[in-house]
């Protein structure tokens, strides 16, 4: 797929104010800073369409961008920033929940893990409930410039490992970085792929 056109609507925190075409939608989400708003720049071939920040938990809106005039890429807030308030946390996890739960033309969520890092529990415990809530979803190792094939190798295994204690067989997985556009072109067919098997369905 080629990106053509990518657009930004609406930043939103009101479930009932997101967009209302019936188009699919493909959110992505991941620890704060785990290198999201890169990764969405590196897939649309902006520089600025997400703003990228080097404080983590700047995201804190859910933020809709029309790809193509046919999709909807959403850049939802990140998840265990530890210096937000107790309060905000609860309200970030509200609207995150909220809005996977009730989206009807969501289509899949790309969760974004830091390739460089073991197995983190809070991770595996969100990966494990939309498991629990049958909400399709693949992995989307980045940062993975950093490190050499070996270490990647390993660091997937370790995933895999520590997966399939819990789940019968692992999601997709994406091997991705923003400085070298690793994954881009994968990350793309696999949402064309997706958009051909829902249409006419939404």
Do not use: C
């Amino acid at each position: 797929m080629k990106i053509k056109k990518a657009e930004f609507v609406v930043s939103n925190s009101d479930i009932s104010k997101l967009p209302g075409d019936p188009i699919p939608e493909y959110a992505f989400i991941g620890r704060s800073n785990v290198g999201k708003s890169s990764l969405i720049n590196m897939l649309t071939n902006h520089k600025k369409l997400a703003k990228t920040s080097s404080t983590p938990g700047k995201t804190q809106l859910i933020n809709h961008f029309k790809i193509n005039d046919n999709w909807f890429l959403v850049d939802l807030p990140g998840y265990g920033y530890a210096k937000t308030s107790k309060s905000k946390r609860k309200e970030f996890k509200k609207l995150i929940t909220d809005y996977l739960k009730s989206r009807p033309n969501l289509v899949n969520v790309f969760v974004l893990v830091d390739g460089r890092l073991d197995p983190q529990k809070i991770d595996l415990d969100f990966m494990e409930w939309l498991g629990q809530n049958r909400i399709p979803f693949s992995i989307v190792f980045t940062k993975l410039d950093k490190l050499s094939s070996n270490e990647i190798a390993k660091n997937i295994k370790k995933y895999q490992k520590k997966m399939l204690e819990r789940w019968e067989s692992m999601p997709k997985t994406f091997k991705t970085s923003a400085v070298t556009k690793t994954g881009q072109k994968e990350i793309l067919d696999y949402i064309e792929q997706l958009n051909e098997m829902v249409k006419g369905k939404l």
